[in-house]
Structure formats: structure tokens, C-alpha cells
């Protein structure tokens, strides 16, 4: 958080967070090669209001080998009542057909793998300019801290062109 940030200096400097959102269908597209459908992967038309719900679903899906028969913990209270667990899923696989042959099949532990190679990725390209980066360890994993500085725009948007598909599995 800013407030966290605040508190967080390197080499004298205030630090800025690089956030690498929806990194787990990011990686997925980059997989296949293929260009994502939306801008926002969670924000599924019929169930626009209940984008927590989707990611949840959608990332729940990608750590077991066995059909969703019901919603996980916690997450059928971000859904209208009534709304059955095979409706969200399909609705996902509608929207996105080029990877929907992933999901249940454990890949996220392999995306957690391959989240850490582009990590390690970044921080050598900061480390070769100059730029002096930490990871950010708390509950998100996509965030990186580096020094708040004039070219940061243009720096954080370099390192957002790493392009997924470079790694592999």
C-alpha cells in the first residue's frame, strides 16, 4: 500500500510499485500466444458486478485436476443467489476459448514457477540500468517496489513490455 511504501527507500529514493495485474491469465495468453479478448479478464459480460467472484472462481480452477462442482469457500456469497458454479465456469470458458482447455488441470503451480522467472527477469533488466529493485513479499504476488525517480513512467512501462511469452514452461 502507499502507506507501506511511504516507509520503503532505496539509495535515499521514495520507491513506486510496478504491478503486474492479472498475472495468471497474462501468463496463460502468453502460453498460447494468443492476443486476451478483454482488457480486464475477471470482467465476464452477465457477471460485470461480480468481478471478485470471477477471479476467484477463474484462479481456484487453476489448482485442481477435477471439475469445479461448486463454488469455493467463501466465493458463492459474490455471486446473485441462484446462480450454480457451472454457469460462472462456463461463462469463463465462453470468454476465453484459448485457454479455457487449462484450467483444471493444475497449471497454477507451474504459473507460480513461471511468475518467479519473469520476476527474476525484471530485476536483472533493472539491476544491467541502474535501477535497484525489491520484491514486495505480502499476500499479492504481482507487486514490485523500485526507486521513484523523473523516467519512472517511462521505466515501469518498459518493464511492463517483458513480454510473457519470452518464458516458457
Known sequence: SKTERKN???DGKSTI???????N?????????EEPPLEDFYRIPGFEEHRDGIKLVFNSS???????TRFPIDSKCLFPTGVKIEEVLGSIKKVHP?????????????????ES???????????ENGKPCVIKVTGRHD????????????SSNEL??????HLTL
Open 160 to 165: 511492463k513490455a517483458v513480454s510473457y511469452t
Open 17 to 23: 510499485t510496478i504491478d503486474y495485474s492479472q498475472m
Open 8 to 10: 520503503i527507500f532505496i
Open 62 to 68: 487453476l489448482f485442481r485436476k477435477t471439475n469445479m
Open 117 to 127: 522467472r519473469l520476476c527474476v527477469q525484471v530485476l536483472s533488466i533493472l539491476k
Open 98 to 114: 484459448k485457454i479455457s482447455h487449462m484450467l483444471n488441470t493444475e497449471l497454477g503451480y507451474e504459473l507460480f514457477y513461471l
Open 143 to 154: 507487486d514490485r517496489f523500485r526507486p521513484n525517480e523523473r523516467s519512472v513512467a517511462a
Open 25 to 33: 491469465p497474462n501468463l496463460m495468453y502468453g502460453i498460447v500466444k
